[in-house]
C-alpha cells in the first residue's frame, strides 16, 4: 500500500508518491548505481545489489509496452467492471502496474496476442477526492496513437 | 542433523465453522494428531501454531489451553499461505537439531465468507489503489501469471479449465475436501469470470480448518510407532524471492519455488520422477499450470502438452505424475493458515497407506511432495519418503 503524498499546497494530490504532478505530469523512480529502478515502496538501500547510499531520483518515460494483463470482472464496492489491469514495461528497465483505459476488455480477453507489447503512454485523471477535500490524481496507460 | 519422521497426522474437514473458534478447530486437529501417533499432549516437547489472521494472538497458547497447557515452548508462525508449512518447518528443525525429540505443528484458520483477498489498507480511502492503479487482488495477480504463460508459449483457457475439472474429480474421493461435485469443462469455461483467464471455478474458495503433525526422532520413532511404518522428512526447505525484474508488480511465483524444488530434490536425493504423488499451491487453476514446469514435473512451456496428457491424474483416471489427488486448493479449500500442513498430512496419508487416502490411495507411494507458496513471498517445499 502505497504512503499518502505529503500536503504541499491545496491544490490536487498525487494518488502515489512516485506520480509526480505539476505541467507535465510523470513518473519519479530511484536509480541504484547498478541499474536497478524502484517505484514503490521508497528503499533506504538498493533490492537488487543491497548497497545503501546509491539510489537517486529518476524521471521515467511516459511511454511502455504491455507486458502482461488481466480483465477484473469482481472488485471491491465501488469499483466499476470490468476493467483491465496491466504490466507495462517502461524503456527504463523498470515494469509498472496501472489500469490499461481506452481498450475494450472483453475484445482483450478473445484476442490476448493483440494487447502483449501494445505501445501505451502515461495519462492522469482525478480518481477520488480525499477527507480534507483535495482532489486525488491517478495515472493509467492508454493506446499510444 | 538427525532424520525426523512423521509419527502422526490430524486434520479437521475443509469447509465451514462459524460457531467454533480458531483455538477449538486447531485444538482438534492436534487431539487427533496425537491420537494418531500414539501419544499424549505431555509428550510433546515443542510446538508451532500456523496462522495467519489472528496472528498477533497467541494461537498457539491458546491451542494449548484447549488441550493440554505443558509449559512447552511455543513459537507463532505467520507466513502468508506457508504458515502452516512454515511451521512445520520449525517443529522439524527442533527435532533435526537435536535440541527436541518430539514436536507438533498445528495450521489453523477461520477465514468465513469473506470476499476477495488482499489490497485493503488503512488511511484514508481516497488513497486506496485497488482498481484505480490497476488490481493487486489475487485473482489478478495469479491470472497474470497464466497470461504470462500464454504470451510466451500460447497457453490456452482450455488448459486452465482442464486443471479446475481435474481437481474437482480428484475431490469426490476426499471426504476432507470443502468441495465434492464433479464439474465439466464447460461448467469451468462458462462460469462467472473473477479475472481473466481465472473463472469462479479455477479460483479456490476461502474457508476455516485445521491439520496437525507430531514429528520425532529416530529414537522416539522406535519407541511409538510399534512397528508401524512412518515417512520421513527427506526434505524442508524455504526460500524467499530474490530480486528479479518484475517481482514487485507481477509477482513472481516462479523463480522462488524452482529455487526450492532444485534444493528440496538436491537434499532429498530424488527427483521429480520418483514423486508418487504432489500437492502443490493451485490457488487458482494459473497457479497450478506454472509449478508443473517449477518442480520439474515437465519442461519449460511443456506444461499445455503435459495437461492435455492427463498429466497430474490420478493414475486410477488415466493420468500420470498425479498433482494434487486430495482435490487441491480448487476444491480441497484454502484456509490459509492450514493448507500448509494438511498438504503435508495427505502426502504421509498416501504414503503409509492410512485410511483417510483409501479412496484415492496413489499405488507404490514411496515419495511425494507438498509444496506451498505465500505470496509477498514465501515458498516451501516438503519431501517425504517411506
Redesign the interface.
Known sequence: MAEQAQATDSGPRPLVPFLKLGASPHLEGQKCTCGAIFLDPKRIACSKCGTAGSLKPVQLSNKGKVYVFSVVHQSFPGIKTPYMTAIVDLPEGVSVRSTLVDLDPLEAQKNPGKVFDLPVELVTSVVAKDREGHEVVGFQYKPSR | MRNVYVLGTGMVKFGRYPEKTVPELGGEAALIALKDAGIAIKDVEMFASGNLYQSNAMVGQRILQQIGQTGIPVINVANACATGSTAFREAFMAVASGMYDVTMAVGVEQMGKQ??LG???????????????????M??VF??AG??H??KYGTKLEHFAKISVKSHKHATKNPFSQYRNEVSLEDVMNA??????NTLYMCCPTGDGAAAAILCSEEKLKQFAGGRKRPKVAASVLTSDP?T??D???PDVSTLTRRASKKAYEIAGVGAKDMALTELHDCFATAELVHYENLGLCGDGGAGEFIDKKGGMHPSLGGFSPVNVSGGLLSKGHPLGATGVANICEVVWHLTQDDRAKDRQVPNAKAGQAHVIGLGSACTIHVLTI
Open positions: 470476499g476477495l489490497g485493503a489498507g488503512g488511511g484514508d480511502p481516497a488513497y486506496a489503489t485497488e482498481g484505480k492503479l490497476g488490481s493487486g487482488l485473482p489478478a491470472g497474470q497470461i504470462e500464454m504470451r462467472r469470470m473473477v479475472a481473466y483467464p530480486y525484474d518484475r514487485l508488480t507481477l
